[in-house]
């Protein structure tokens, strides 16, 4: 059961503009989400989360919005940079089993110099 | 801080032999550790989460007979894959959970890779 969905599973973006990656899900208990960037032959590294008790969360580059009504998030980054070229998979949880995060199924960004 | 290594990063072996994979949190104690499972192009899937000292909780669809965990100390958990098959050929990656970290932290290892032939 997919109940975390990154439909785009690729990007590319030119460097300094804005990257846009996009999840959607479908769990309404779902209570926290969180994002991880995943470079090859490393394990993913987490890179920014958000509670359902906001819309927004910001971190430097790092935006993430939540639309619970449309069960969607998204990760912003301004500017993109080169380093930024890797696999974000976001992920889902919920206060009723904290122990278990539902993962997309990944975006491969690419940000050329 | 917070590192997770994982060894081996890659093994081969042939089919009906077993394999283990160590899972260490290296510079802090974890109370809790997960194994997930990823084929190409797909998510990450929660096989298991294991408690220091006690038995692992399976996910549904995972055959805790053939996916054997052991959490023997608050900073190695190992997952051996008992009589391997083609089909269990995939990537295996670990979490691990701060003892005093918040509920929703963990902190992944960089996962092996399990060709079985």
């Known amino acids: 059961d997919q109940q975390v969905k990154q439909n785009s599973p690729s990007l590319s973006v030119q460097e300094g503009r804005i990257s846009i990656l996009n999840c959607d899900y479908t769990n309404s208990m779902f209570d926290y989400f969180l994002w991880y960037k995943k470079y090859p032959a490393e394990g993913p590294t987490f890179l920014i989360s958000?509670?359902?008790?906001?819309d927004k969360n910001e971190d430097g580059r790092f935006t993430v919005f939540l639309n619970k009504s449309a069960k969607h998030l998204s990760l912003h980054i301004v500017p993109s940079q080169p380093g930024d070229s890797a696999v974000y998979f976001c992920a889902a949880s919920g206060s009723y089993n904290f122990n278990k995060f539902y993962f997309g199924s990944g975006t491969k960004l690419n940000v050329k110099p | 801080g917070a590192v997770v290594s994982q060894h081996p990063s890659w093994v081969i072996c042939k089919s009906g032999t077993s394999v283990k994979i160590e899972c260490r949190s290296l510079d802090f104690q974890a109370t809790t550790m997960f194994w997930y499972r990823q084929f190409p192009k797909q998510s990450l899937m929660l096989m298991a989460t294991?408690?220091?000292?006690?038995?692992?909780?399976?996910e549904q669809g995972v055959e805790k007979d053939k996916f054997l965990i052991n959490h023997a100390s608050l900073t190695l958990s190992t997952l051996t894959v008992t009589s391997a098959h083609p089909e269990d050929s995939s990537f295996y990656i670990c979490?691990?959970?701060?003892?005093?970290?918040?509920?929703?932290?963990?902190?992944f290892g960089p996962g092996t890779r399990l060709t079985v032939t």
């Open positions: 979490s691990a959970r701060p003892g005093a970290g918040s509920s929703y932290e963990q902190y």
């Open positions: 294991s408690n220091e000292g006690s038995k692992a909780t399976y």
């Open positions: 958000i509670s359902s008790i906001k």
